[in-house]
């Protein structure tokens, strides 16, 4: 079955600091990936989303680029802020008639000012 | 646009009560639903899904339910709760396109005490 990996945090980052949070997925067909975030006490929210191979979805300063290759979708941002500390979750939809979506563990991040 | 609302925000049940989770969509017609658990360390399980009225899959067998009565009312059920269920529920909704992002209700704290 459908698979997505991420890596396990938690992250931990100076205000500025780059970030890369690692994903990769396990599917048939072409899902679609995405990256959501859930800030403490609340629920998940779409940051963004890719839906075909080279794709890249970006959404305030954050990035994620659909590398069929490397059946990867890392997320990046040039510049954290303490604001992004969040737990992030990598998905995908499958293509098929399944309407189940796969989700990672999440991975906790945490920008120190 | 659409919204999507969860309640109650938090309960606190004791063991061997009923239980009665609401979640309803505004602004879209046959959603896909779906009911998630996410226990303590964020990990999402999913429950639940629904592809139209009356329609209800069951991923986890437990001592849960779930009934769609209406196009936009997804409500989560259990006769006697356990201390396991305790938890934070959330519901979420998949439009019937082809991308099938998921947007996330604010979610309910359950403790069962």
């Known amino acids: 079955g459908d698979s997505v990996t991420q890596m396990e945090g938690p992250v931990t980052l100076s205000e500025e600091a780059f970030l890369t949070i690692n994903c990769t997925y396990t599917?048939?067909?072409?899902?679609?990936l995405f990256w959501y975030v859930q800030y403490p006490g609340e629920g998940l929210q779409l940051l963004l989303k890719?839906?075909?191979?080279?794709d890249k979805g970006s959404n305030k300063g954050f990035e994620a680029t659909y590398r069929k290759e490397t059946t990867s979708f890392h997320l990046e941002k040039g510049s954290v802020q303490v604001s992004d500390s969040a737990v992030y979750f990598c998905?995908?939809?499958?293509?098929?008639?399944?309407?189940?979506?796969?989700f990672g563990r999440g991975t906790s991040l945490i920008v120190h000012p | 646009s659409q919204t999507i609302h969860q309640w109650p925000a938090t309960l606190v049940q004791p063991v061997g009560s009923p239980l009665s989770l609401e979640c309803t969509v505004e602004?879209?017609?046959?959603?896909?639903l779906y009911w998630y658990r996410q226990a303590a360390g964020r990990g999402l399980q999913l429950l639940f899904y629904?592809?139209?009225?009356?329609?209800i899959s069951s991923e986890v067998p437990q001592n849960l339910s779930a009934s769609r009565p209406q196009d936009r009312q997804f409500i989560l059920s259990s006769k006697k709760l356990l201390l396991s269920d305790s938890g934070f529920y959330l519901c979420?909704?998949?439009?019937?396109?082809?991308?099938?992002?998921?947007?996330f209700g604010p979610g309910t704290r359950l403790t069962v005490t």
């Open positions: 629904s592809v139209g009225i009356g329609q």
């Open positions: 979420a909704w998949t439009a019937t396109g082809f991308y099938r992002e998921q947007y």
């Open positions: 599917a048939t067909g072409y899902p679609s």
């Open positions: 602004g879209t017609s046959n959603p896909n």
């Open positions: 998905a995908l939809s499958p293509s098929g008639g399944s309407y189940i979506p796969t």
């Open positions: 890719a839906t075909k191979a080279d």
